[in-house]
């Protein structure tokens, strides 16, 4: 079915600030919290256990100050089809939806790099600009966008 204007192949350009997930930070400390909990209920000596707890401890909250110290990335999805990260321009750009979190790829000047954004960093109206662009530009456009 034809769209009006050729709606789809016209979407405007999208700008995304992807800073530090307070949500993934927080979940991230309460797993080092459970963690520490949970070498009480295996079957390690209890001598084990307490003196593994404070580094399983540590590192849940060691994971989660990585996650709130991370700088904020200015994702760019221009109406052409190309993709800027903080002013750069990235190839093989993909993003997918998981329910409410969105997951940011591409391919860098180095390496592959991936970010998962979470609700409290992409609100409901920059996934739904974030879907608009990924059907406009998806990888292979001769496919149909949703089932017939």
Known sequence: MPTPNGLLNASPPCLIELGPSRWLASLLAAIG???AGGLFLTHLTLGAAVALAPV???WGLWLARRELSRGTLRVFLCADGHVEVDGMTVVDASIDFQGPITRLGWAGSHRRTRI???PDVVGAS????????AIAHRANASTAAVAP
């Not at 920059?126 to 662009?133: H, T």
């Open 33 to 35: 919290v459970l963690g």
């Open 56 to 58: 399983v401890v540590a």
């Open 116 to 118: 998962a954004a979470w």
């Open 126 to 133: 920059q996934r739904r600009e974030l879907r608009l662009w």
